[in-house]
């Protein structure tokens, strides 16, 4: 069966600068000033966005993930003006809405109804602070802002140390000593870059290994938006590690918080131990 014909309504989802306004492109400038109204995670953001640009009485509707997750009856006012034919422009506070922002069940919602969803590519911190670091950028996974605490916390950094390509996230300032302290007990040579207000007059870009910059930077007080990005996973080493080398990593795991099924995860990428030796060989030393 042949697609059905979009109704007279768009949806355009709009990349915003994520810093410097002037990085907003043409284009962008042009869908803002030539939409019916503005759909936007910050509506106070998005307005002097509008007044940088000259664009004044434009209707601005607020879509943050707050309201996104109501359910499609929270939407149900923005389908409703794209089937009666407006042009509704999506933005997010800033960078490339749906990554890590809201807006991706509109664009499901708008596309499934026969709406035109049409995306105007711009600023994202993702690939800024890809192209910066210098690290490989064939392959890599984006994890959006790490879980506060918790267990959902202790499994994403496990399933970063587990990731072979190159991992991109995000972190709040105030966690950021407490995330180097976790990152570098269990991969401490790993190639890290942390890119502080991209695009922005305090810019700041620091390198070195996780380790290192736990060590460096672990006491500074941070602020500002923050990207950090790991290198992809060294090659498992086809040594197996003596008794005593793998005791001390075991107690350095555990002591830095880390969970004996966690350590064990972590221990036997590098250790040339199978996982369940390991775990066996912490209750043992335990018990």
């Known amino acids: 069966m042949p697609d059905e014909e979009p109704t007279a309504g768009r949806l355009v989802v709009v990349a915003t600068p994520i810093g410097n ?6 284009r962008a400038r042009g869908a803002l000033a030539a939409a019916d109204r503005v759909l936007a995670e910050d509506t106070r953001r998005t307005r002097q966005l509008l007044a940088h640009l000259g664009v ?14 109501r359910g499609p009856q929270a939407r149900a006012r923005s389908l409703e003006r794209l089937s009666d034919g407006e042009t509704l422009v999506l933005v997010s506070d800033a960078g490339t809405p749906v990554v890590s922002d809201p807006g991706a069940a509109l664009v499901r919602d708008a596309a499934a109804a026969g709406v035109r969803v049409e995306p105007i590519p711009g600023p ?14 064939e392959r890599f996974r984006f994890f959006g802002f790490l879980p506060r605490q918790g267990p959902r916390r202790r499994e994403i ?12 996230f995000f972190e709040a300032p105030s966690r950021m000593a407490s995330t180097l302290d976790e990152l570098a007990a269990p991969m401490p040579a790993r190639e890290m870059v942390v890119a502080r ?26 602020q500002g938006e923050i990207t950090i990005v790991l290198g992809p996973r060294m090659a498992a ?15 350095e795991l555990l002591a830095s918080g880390m969970r004996a099924k966690d350590v064990a995860k972590a221990l036997a990428l590098d250790s040339g131990h199978k996982s369940r030796e390991i ?8 018990s």
């Open 237 to 251: 080493t086809t040594e197996r590690w003596d008794d005593e080398t793998l005791d001390t990593r075991i107690d």
């Open 279 to 286: 775990y066996a060989r912490i209750v043992e030393r335990r």
């Open 56 to 69: 004044e009485g434009k209707p601005i509707e607020r879509l943050d993930a707050e309201i996104e997750h």
């Open 197 to 222: 207000e991209l695009s922005k007059v305090h810019e700041e870009v620091i390198r070195g290994t996780v380790a290192e910059l736990a060590e460096r930077e672990g006491c500074r007080a941070w």
């Open 157 to 168: 950094l496990a399933e970063m140390r587990q990731t072979p390509e190159t991992v991109v």
């Open 21 to 26: 306004l002037e990085d907003l492109s043409p």
């Open 124 to 137: 994202s911190a993702v690939t800024t602070a890809l192209m910066v670091s210098g690290l490989s950028g």
